[in-house]
């Protein structure tokens, strides 16, 4: 695939060069974008967070530079934590007021280009128009090299010799169309050759202008997909100080962007603070709470915080500035998790209420999570129903259960053990079921454990009642920790400075109380 031999060559410029050329097909992105800010912009919500400053007051140029450099990040992002990133056109929804206005524009300009064709003599003003725009696209594809292709598409396609023939009626359309048609198929991917071949079907001149802009939108995207992939070695190599130098930009235009951080790192040093003093023998209350809470480390307080993100509130709760980038992965791990919970807890109460017959049973434990995960489908959409479908997964575990139990030679369930099983899977339906939060603390212990451990190359062993679902929670671990890992990398200085104010103001605190008692 070619790359337009005028794109910037250093990272940024190239991440700003194919955001502008791509405007339309990143548009969701930068809107995505900019809502967040607004979302979290202070004053936009209840806050109780420590107060900075008040920000200095912006210009309308400041602030839509910052949302470029902001939208600049977020692609930068894009493009390194998701291998499959690619550049797709926009597709506005089927009735859309918007695809209603673009539908309608469209058809008048074709229809014009249509009449003009038809009038005696033909008028060819918007046809030349348009072979402009088609010569200008063939020669955005050309890399420096292609000395001879260049020439060729300005000596054909010149549109001062264009306009002569069209005033002397000596204007062979038909043949400058299958010229670019040619050239198309010369400069296209290997995936655009059905398409190139379509067009030489195509006999009617309007229908086929609209044809080749169309497929000339295709290579467009190609070509930036080909950049995309061309910029991800590099960016590798420099996205840490990227989005660094980015997020430091952002910040010096809008200094209260820290505070959903500061007010997410305080939680998670309260609740590990709280959480180590009930941990303490109980007569340790005094100074044994006062050294329990005082041993927090930046690290530890960080790895909780990250936890804190997959119990997170996503509809009632902005998201912290320096993750929201990753806002849609982390919920996507949530909702994972939420479904491998649920999974977990069938299985265990399930392998309890059989025994010993079912637990080594080939294949057993794999139509279990089949069965629960085709149910749960669609489980956090408001209208999903999981009392009832909790319903539905005891009768068909209850049927498979009996099923694998006959085939084994072992004696079915009785009318009451399938009544008994069937009332403890529906139970999980409740927050506070014995099982259900059992199984989440151990999930949860897991990931805490994994992410302390991280920079080792082996995983932490798997908790107990844990071990039909080891190989779900170990790849959403190891998706986790990865995402963790690098937004440690670009945000840890800003991490170490909240926290540096954070763990000193509560030793002291701490050392007063001790004083005082």
């Known amino acids: 695939m070619s790359q337009n031999p005028d794109k910037p060559h250093s990272s940024e410029e190239k991440l700003s060069g194919l955001e502008d050329g791509q405007e339309e097909s990143l548009d969701n992105l930068d809107q995505s974008i900019r809502k967040r800010i607004r979302q979290s912009a202070p004053g936009?919500?209840?806050?109780?967070?420590?107060?900075?400053?008040?920000?200095?007051?912006?210009?309308?140029?400041?602030?839509?530079?910052?949302?470029?450099?902001?939208?600049?990040?977020?692609?930068?992002?894009?493009?390194?934590?998701?291998?499959?990133?690619?550049?797709?056109?926009?597709?506005?929804?089927?009735?859309?007021?918007?695809?209603?206005?673009?539908?309608?524009?469209?058809?008048?300009?074709?229809?014009?280009?249509?009449?003009?064709?038809?009038?005696?003599?033909?008028?060819?003003?918007?046809?030349?128009?348009?072979?402009?725009?088609?010569?200008?696209?063939?020669?955005?594809?050309?890399?420096?090299?292609?000395?001879?292709?260049?020439?060729?598409i300005t000596e054909v396609l010149d549109l001062d010799l264009i306009k002569q023939e069209a005033e002397n009626g000596a204007l062979d359309i038909s043949k400058l169309v299958e010229f670019v048609i040619g050239m198309m198929g010369t400069l296209c991917a290997p995936a655009r050759d059905e398409e190139i071949k379509k067009l030489k079907d195509i006999n009617e001149i309007v229908p086929l202008f609209r044809?080749?802009?169309?497929?000339?939108?295709?290579?467009?995207?190609?070509?930036?997909?080909?950049?995309?992939?061309?910029?991800?070695?590099?960016?590798?190599?420099?996205?840490?100080?990227?989005?660094?130098?980015?997020?430091?930009?952002?910040?010096?235009?809008?200094?209260?962007?820290?505070?959903?951080?500061?007010?997410?790192?305080?939680?998670?040093?309260?609740?590990?603070?709280?959480?180590?003093?009930?941990?303490?023998?109980?007569?340790?209350?005094?100074?044994?709470?006062?050294?329990?809470?005082?041993?927090?480390?930046?690290?530890?307080?960080?790895?909780?915080?990250?936890?804190?993100?997959?119990?997170?509130?996503?509809?009632?709760?902005?998201?912290?500035?320096?993750?929201?980038?990753?806002?849609?992965?982390?919920?996507?791990?949530?909702?994972?998790?939420?479904?491998?919970?649920?999974?977990?807890?069938?299985l265990l109460v399930t392998f309890s209420a059989a025994g010993s017959a079912l637990v080594d049973m080939p294949g057993f434990a794999e139509k279990i999570k089949t069965i629960v995960k085709v149910l749960l489908t669609g489980m956090h959409l408001p209208s999903f129903n999981l009392q009832e479908s909790l319903a539905t997964i005891g009768e068909k575990v209850?049927?498979?259960?009996?099923?694998?139990?006959?085939?084994?030679?072992?004696?079915?369930?009785?009318?009451?053990?399938?009544?008994?099983?069937?009332?403890?899977?529906?139970?999980?339906?409740?927050?506070?079921?014995?099982?259900?939060?059992?199984?989440?603390?151990?999930?949860?212990?897991?990931?805490?454990?994994?992410?302390?451990?991280?920079?080792?190359?082996?995983l932490p062993a798997i908790p107990g009642g844990l071990g039909p679902i080891q190989r779900e929670l170990e790849e959403i671990a190891v998706k986790y920790v990865r995402l963790v890992n690098y937004n440690k990398m670009v945000f840890s200085p800003y991490y170490d400075a909240v926290l540096g104010k954070i763990l000193t103001k509560g030793e002291s605190q701490l050392a007063g109380k001790s004083e005082e008692s």
């Open 398 to 458: 209850c049927a498979e259960v009996n099923s694998c139990l006959s085939q084994h030679g072992f004696a079915p369930f009785s009318a009451e053990r399938e009544t008994g099983l069937k009332g403890q899977i529906q139970a999980a339906a409740n927050p506070d079921n014995t099982v259900c939060k059992l199984i989440d603390s151990r999930i949860e212990k897991f990931l805490e454990n994994y992410l302390a451990s991280s920079h080792q190359k082996s």
């Open 211 to 346: 044809a080749i802009f169309s497929v000339l939108d295709l290579m467009k995207m190609d070509m930036a997909n080909f950049a995309v992939s061309s910029i991800r070695p590099k960016l590798m190599q420099q996205s840490a100080e990227y989005e660094r130098k980015k997020f430091q930009e952002f910040l010096e235009k809008q200094p209260n962007s820290l505070d959903l951080v500061t007010r997410w790192l305080q939680e998670a040093a309260d609740d590990l603070a709280k959480l180590r003093c009930k941990m303490l023998p109980p007569h340790c209350s005094g100074d044994g709470a006062t050294g329990g809470a005082s041993a927090l480390c930046s690290t530890a307080v960080q790895n909780q915080a990250y936890l804190k993100l997959l119990k997170w509130d996503h509809v009632n709760r902005p998201f912290p500035e320096t993750v929201l980038m990753d806002q849609t992965r982390f919920q996507e791990i949530q909702l994972e998790l939420e479904q491998l919970l649920l999974t977990g807890t069938v």
């Open 44 to 152: 936009s919500h209840r806050d109780d967070t420590p107060k900075s400053s008040p920000p200095r007051p912006v210009s309308i140029e400041e602030l839509m530079e910052t949302a470029k450099g902001v939208t600049n990040m977020a692609l930068a992002h894009e493009i390194v934590v998701n291998g499959d990133f690619q550049i797709k056109p926009a597709e506005l929804p089927e009735h859309s007021l918007e695809k209603k206005v673009r539908d309608i524009v469209h058809k008048a300009f074709w229809d014009c280009l249509e009449a003009q064709l038809k009038e005696d003599p033909p008028t060819y003003d918007h046809a030349i128009k348009l072979l402009g725009e088609i010569k200008e696209n063939l020669l955005s594809f050309l890399l420096p090299g292609h000395t001879r292709l260049r020439s060729q």
